[in-house]
């Protein structure tokens, strides 16, 4: 048995539907959400801010830190134990690396960018949408940077190569491959790569390549939600 | 801690039953719920008082009961500030105030009896539903209690109960088409006091300035099945009266919207 049709109809290289706004929390210096499919993440830019303790400053740059967590509510089946465990602390980490190359760090020498990714709904590739919401936040929040970044997870399910995974392709039972990455969307260049899962060389480079274009897209859905915030009525 | 000079300013407007966003004293800002927020979740409701806004998600799980009441399903009822609402609050253990939150409407949930937790056994001291509430913030423009409080009625409300399959198990995949067992719904309604002027639904500003606060939750016009009060301020037993009279006739006007 091969995989001919994916669950929901759509073209091996296509995302799920998009959604995107910007400025959801008021109180804050930038926020976002980003959906796409069943999968919802809202980010929340607070700062730059003074970083404590003391001895993190960087009298050279600031630091951008990320708090990503889903809500206790946000999969099907049990709670999920509020808090930080390890993979919220290690997503929390790769995400804050995705974004240091673009952003402007020298701007905010000894302060700190925090950025917090709150998953409201999960339907797989959380890690991608909270990127994808938190580009969006961070130019709502007027950090500079020289590139947006925009997430998603390629990978194989059964003998397919395909873009945007969900929760039922991830879990396929002939075997799934799942690949988040994180393109920025000047450069084209690739600041976020995990994988679990199998396929030849061959094919990562294959899917690598339609990630790029799928984050193009994703780039674009940003853009528009950004642009919105930002019309005169 | 506010800077005293606007406290006072402010302590003094209200005096002469002026608030800066230009509401009555007595007066809630516009109450949003919309529900079905979150599709995993069996049940759940965003609230927004104003630019306050709180998200609440019910999980419903099959799980063996506790041993000292084998014939009763369990809720909890917890509450996160998450960083994102306020970048006052801050990631890592839950803070005092957000425990407090949590208890104060755990209570009002638990102790009105508005769910019965006895209908919620399925085969005696082997399988019961347990219900957890989330509540996570948002946005902090003032009043979170009473935002989490509505939330988290709305989105029991909201909630329907996994489907169980021939094997007598959960299948959390879909939802089934019956409700909890709502048999009161307690609303929360918090009234602070600054100087010597009472208000209801403060602004972010009005409750940095509070002296003292009551949040009573009631069940109806007359009936009130919690109450916590806080702030440094010690209140006198007309005080109460009055504050407790004002709750109620704000509870029974957010009744009506619910």
Redesign the interface.
Known sequence: MSYDKRNDGRGFDDCRPMEAKAGIVKSASGSASFKIGETVAFATVQGPRDLYPKFLKNPKKGKIRVFYQMMPFSGVGGRIRPGPNRRAKEISMVTAKAFEEVLCLEDFPNAVVDIYIDIPQADAGTRCAGISAASIALADAGIRMTEMVAGVAVGRTADKLLVDLDYSEEAHEEGATDIPIAVTSVTDKISLLQMDGDMTQKQLSEVLRKGIVACKAINEVQKAALKKGYEVA | MMNQNIKEHLSETLKKGVRYDGRKLDEFRSIEIETD??????G?ATVRIG?T?V?A???I?MQKPYDDSADSGTLMV?A?F??????KFE?G?PSIDSIELARVIDRGIRESESIDVKKLCIVEGEKVWSV?I?L?T????GNLLDCAGLAAVAAIKNAKLPEVDKEGNAD??HKSKNGLPIEKEPISVTIHVIGDTIIADPSREEEEASDARLTVASISKDVICAMQKGGSKALTVEQVDEMVDLALKKAEEIRKIL
């Open positions: 927020v979150s599709t995993p979740a069996e759940s630019d806004e998200m998600g019910v999980k799980e917890n996160e998450s960083p994102m609402a306020d970048p990631s253990p957890g989330d996570i948002i946005n902090n423009a959390y995949k």
